[in-house]
């Protein structure tokens, strides 16, 4: 790895650890902290995809479509509760569009983008060569896994409540069905580079939500 490149890392990966603490102890101090979340995921975004190699236009057109896509699932699924279940979203996750936050795209986005890379590192270790239709299902995996940290939390944080506070199985199954499609068109469409950023992303999101957990 060039000697740029791995200097370029480091001092990304501290600006989000460093990003990400400042999230634990504002939040800690006051729930409301959670209404800068749409600028932590833009930011989370931008450090993620800065070290993505080979950022050509098919790249774009597929997080556009992804991002899209996500967005008019979620929308269909707030407003009408057949795809994950009844649930409403809050003012944390900032500008809506039929009720339905226009971040949460992004949201989407930078979990199946890391999860995939994820499983390919993990593939790698092992030598193995990661099959398309395989690391779609194991990504999507790693998605529900990361969504059942952040189901509990969601309402305190006011992002989206379930109805009655539970979250039903319809909505980790939605997770893990949609999940794969998204990360099987992510591979399919040559997402899947070399980026040491994805599996950071990965591991602070989970451990930032693993605290939230067990102190809100």
């Known amino acids: 790895m060039p000697e740029w490149f791995s200097k370029k890392e480091n001092i990304l990966?501290?600006?989000l650890i460093i990003f990400y603490?400042?999230?634990?102890?504002?939040?800690?101090?006051?729930?409301?902290?959670?209404?800068l979340t749409p600028f932590n995921l833009i930011t989370t975004?931008?450090?993620l995809f800065y070290l993505h190699p080979n950022k050509d236009l098919l790249f774009y057109l597929n997080l556009l479509f992804v991002f899209i896509a996500a967005?008019?699932?979620?929308?269909?699924?707030?407003n009408t509760g057949i795809i994950f279940g009844n649930y409403t979203y809050g003012h944390s996750l900032g500008l809506k569009l039929s009720q339905t936050p226009v971040i949460i795209g992004l949201n989407w986005i930078i979990v199946a983008y890391s999860s995939i890379i994820c499983v390919d590192t993990l593939a790698k270790k092992f030598n193995r060569k990661l099959h398309e239709i395989v690391g779609a299902l194991w990504a999507a995996s790693i998605m529900v896994l990361l969504d059942i940290l952040i189901?509990?939390?969601?309402?305190?944080?006011?992002?989206?409540?379930?109805?009655?506070?539970q979250v039903p199985i319809q909505n980790y199954t939605a997770w893990f069905f949609f999940g794969f499609a998204f990360c099987?068109?992510?591979l399919k469409g040559g997402l899947l580079q070399t980026n040491p950023m994805a599996?950071?992303?990965?591991?602070?999101?989970?451990?930032?939500f693993?605290?939230?957990?067990l102190y809100l």
């Open 13 to 15: 990966t501290w600006a």
């Open 21 to 35: 603490m400042v999230g634990v102890i504002g939040i800690s101090l006051s729930t409301s902290f959670a209404a």
């Open 45 to 47: 975004g931008i450090i």
């Open 71 to 78: 967005w008019f699932l979620e929308m269909i699924g707030t």
């Open 151 to 165: 189901e509990p939390v969601a309402p305190k944080l006011n992002f989206w409540a379930f109805e009655n506070l």
């Open 184 to 186: 099987y068109w992510m």
């Open 199 to 208: 599996t950071k992303v990965l591991a602070i999101q989970a451990l930032f």
């Open 210 to 213: 693993i605290y939230l957990n």
